[in-house]
């Protein structure tokens, strides 16, 4: 039985891979950077190089390879001898990570001037590029600026505050002497229990390439030797996000068809948007781990996409292909087959195995030495184009841009436009929210005192969850509401912790509920990263849900906050809350911006990025298949189930209202590489000035491939003063109405196409 099994398995593996090889848009295998196109200066000091010398161009290594202590440093001391051993015996060129924690920018500078100072008495004084986890502002910087997490700036819908959000990261990344920068996620958040749900920027494949190009468009586009900029890396390269089990770095199993549809298109954008390094996904897809598969590496990422940057690995996913993903036989083998698909650069992170291992594989012929060029070219093309050798220090004028006041602006106005108002139910006539500053307020659940929530992961440490390594400034949701209405107006019972297993105080809440008028409860996910984050239940924990419970027991009017990574479901409690507001991870300035919003100082505009589930055995995407909403409950009667989210993908409620009106299109009938215009008027007919995100759908009414219910094509966000309208426009051509099709191109089909932008819609026709 095992036999057979094994062999469907392998007939089904060589299918994939024959299917793959011929499919796609383009079939070019150019994967080489040809002698002509290489700088002179790379190919010049390739020629001097030794091959010891190329393979630790290729090695990095994590920082406490080479500290007094390793992980137990107390201080990030750098050990001499270890320091010696990394760059004179194994001549690495890349140095990873922050340890043991957050460092300030002066020790950041003086521990690069270190690693520099070795690196550059070497043979041919070649600078180490050190490459960090700058994620939603500078992770491992003291009193770096926070941004909201990429699931919170998706919810903004505003390109440009992402953009320059970005730009201040690489300030103060660049400020703390390094270049590299391992973001953005460009991962897909179609499955909620993954724990790195918060990184993504949702569930869309157009609103994450919108939102990954502006983040490595402002990491970039001063120019890598500007001390404004650093060199981006997309990640997770390809189909890291959706593991059957939902667990971090399982087993996905995707197809072709919608690896393509889904996955794909933001890692195109972003190689078209100039991205200069990539790393690749830890997992495995249909049971070949990425870090093996020449064809996605080569064929698709080089080939296809023309990707000439760097690719490096995820933490130790070379030598998982032997100890982990069980494809190699030994840990040499695990070298070649990476090597083999196309890999430039090893995560190794704690050893030295994959130098040794890679040097035994071209002594011994089986990895030719010109291989091992193509990767060294573009490690050292990268180190010209970020300066490196002209500087290899942290630059004083970068210092200068660390830390400035109008980061703290720009953390807060993105905080703002992230935060997603939900309901809003009337109480005495009147919606609930914003509440009078006047009011008073109890404040409970174990989001309200704690700023860990409000960051997340990636916070001055990997997980994010030590409140000793904030900035002591940094305010959590009560003193953020005291600050705003005083004192005498609010009362706290703010848990000091998420506590695990342990019931929170219901009845001290029941008790201080009645002298106050409202109770704002604050409840979500603490922070956490990766593997740690993986969770069983998507159900947020009973202990909270109980809380909630005795909250809406006492009568008065409740206004829940969520603090959450992820949507978790709440379903049973929604009903008895007056108020929701979605705060996300929202960083630095997260607690401000609540307050802001709760209190109406702040007209909230953030729209949903994903499909808030109701259940948890319906967890569906906006775009769902028309079939997918229909079950035969006895058979032969129909019934509609399907998408019913607790809350739909571009859900978001204002305190103004809008209206749509004047939905036309430029021409009814559109051929070829016809433009089309569509413009549709938008008013604000409420009394509150506010802005609205306006989102434009097409729904391909028959197609080849089952069409999706709609697709996001479109999107911007306007300002309207109280009674203002607006006439919208928006440009489509045919590569908007486009998909995958069986041949595994992307083709758009000839017919009806509806355009939908809110309740507004009109039909027209695509000839080729
Ligand atoms: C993560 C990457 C990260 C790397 C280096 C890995 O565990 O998957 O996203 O860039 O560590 O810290």
Not at 118 to 136: E, Q, W
Not at 336 to 353: Q, W
Request: charged share 25%.
């Amino acid at each position: 039985m095992k036999k057979i099994t094994l062999v469907i398995y392998a007939a089904a593996l060589v299918l994939f891979f024959s299917c793959s090889k011929q499919g796609g848009d383009n079939n070019s295998t150019t994967t080489t950077v040809s002698s002509k196109e290489m700088d002179p200066r790379v190919k010049d000091l390739l020629a001097k190089m030794s091959i010891e010398e190329k393979i630790g161009q290729m090695t990095q290594v994590n920082l406490n390879v080479i500290l007094v202590g390793g992980y137990g440093s107390k201080d990030g001391s750098i050990d001499p001898a270890l320091l010696d051993t990394a760059i004179m015996k194994y001549k690495v060129g890349s140095i990873l990570n922050a340890v043991p924690g957050a460092h300030t920018v002066q020790k950041w500078n003086s521990l690069i001037k270190e690693i520099q100072d070795k690196a550059l008495t070497t043979p041919n004084k070649i600078p180490v590029l050190y490459g960090i986890d700058a994620i939603h502002g500078v992770t491992f910087t003291q009193e770096s600026t926070l941004f909201p997490h990429n699931i919170a700036e998706a919810a903004t819908r505003n390109i440009e505050i992402v953009k320059a959000g970005a730009k201040v990261t690489a300030k103060e990344t660049r400020a703390s002497g390094i270049r590299w920068n391992f973001d953005p996620v460009l991962d897909i958040a179609r499955q909620p229990l993954w724990a790195r749900f918060p990184e993504t920027f949702g569930e869309d494949p157009y609103l994450i390439t919108q939102m990954g190009v502006a983040t490595i468009t402002g990491y970039e586009e001063d120019g890598l030797n500007k001390v404004t900029a650093v060199a981006s890396c997309m990640k997770h390269f390809i189909g890291y996000s959706n593991p059957a089990s939902g667990k971090d770095r399982t087993p996905a199993y995707i197809s072709e068809i919608q690896l393509r549809e889904y996955y794909l298109p933001q890692f195109k954008a972003a190689v078209a948007a100039g991205a200069s390094t990539v790393m690749i996904n830890s997992g495995e897809i249909n049971g070949i781990p990425v870090h093996s598969s020449k064809y996605l590496l080569t064929d698709v990422l080089r080939g296809e996409l023309g990707f000439k940057g760097v690719i490096v690995s995820d933490w130790e996913d070379v030598i998982r292909l032997h100890t982990r993903h069980k494809i190699a036989n030994t840990p040499k083998e695990a070298v070649r087959m990476a090597i083999e698909a196309g890999l430039d650069m090893s995560m190794v992170p704690h050893d030295y195995s994959f130098y040794t291992l890679l040097l035994q594989l071209v002594k011994e012929g089986t990895i030719s030495e010109k291989r091992i060029d193509e990767s060294v070219a573009r490690i050292l093309d990268l180190k010209y184009k970020t300066g490196l050798f002209d500087n290899a220090y942290g630059e004083e004028e970068a210092k200068k841009n660390f830390g400035l006041p109008e980061y703290k602006v720009l953390a807060l106005e993105a905080a703002r436009e992230a935060m997603t108002l939900l309901k809003n139910d009337s109480v005495k006539g009147a919606p609930v929210l914003p509440l009078s500053k006047t009011a008073k307020v109890l404040i409970a659940g174990p989001a309200a005192s704690s700023v860990t929530a409000l960051n997340g992961c990636w916070s001055y440490s990997w997980q994010g969850d030590d409140a000793s390594r904030y900035p002591s400034s940094y305010k959590n949701i009560v003193q953020s509401i005291t600050d705003k209405i005083g004192e005498k107006n609010v009362v706290s019972i703010a848990e000091p912790f998420y506590k695990n297993g342990e019931k929170y105080d219901a009845a001290a809440l029941t008790a201080k509920a009645r002298a106050v008028d409202y109770i704002i409860l604050c409840l979500g996910e603490n922070a956490y990263a990766e593997t740690p984050g993986s969770i069983f239940d998507l159900t947020l924990d009973k202990n909270q849900l109980e809380l909630a419970k005795a909250a809406i027991a006492t009568n008065k009017p409740v206004i829940l906050v969520l603090v959450e990574g992820r949507p978790r479901v709440i379903r049973e409690i929604v009903g008895g809350m007056k108020g929701v507001l979605q705060a996300y991870w929202p960083g630095s300035q997260g607690g401000a911006a609540i307050a802001d919003v709760l209190f109406g100082d702040y007209n909230p505009n953030g729209i949903l990025p994903y499909s808030y589930p109701a259940y948890t055995g319906m967890v569906m995407t906006y775009d769902y298949k028309f079939s997918e909403i229909e079950e035969e409950l006895i058979p032969g009667t129909f019934g509609m189930t399907g998408y019913r989210p607790q809350w739909p993908f571009g859900f978001g409620l204002s305190y103004t209202t809008f209206s749509y009106s004047n939905l036309k299109l430029g021409k009814d009938t559109i051929a070829g590489d016809d433009k089309l215009s569509v413009t549709v008027d938008v008013k604000n007919t409420g009394a509150k000035d506010g802005k609205v995100a306006v989102e434009l759908y097409t729904k391909d009414l028959y197609a080849s491939i089952t069409p999706c219910q709609k697709r996001l094509r479109k999107f911007t966000k306007i300002a309207l003063k109280a009674g203002e309208s607006k006439t919208v426009s928006f440009e489509l051509t045919k590569e908007d109405l486009a998909f995958v099709n069986a041949d595994l191109k992307t083709v758009t089909e000839e017919g009806e196409f509806e355009v939908i932008i809110e309740n507004q819609k009109v039909l027209f026709t695509y000839k080729k």
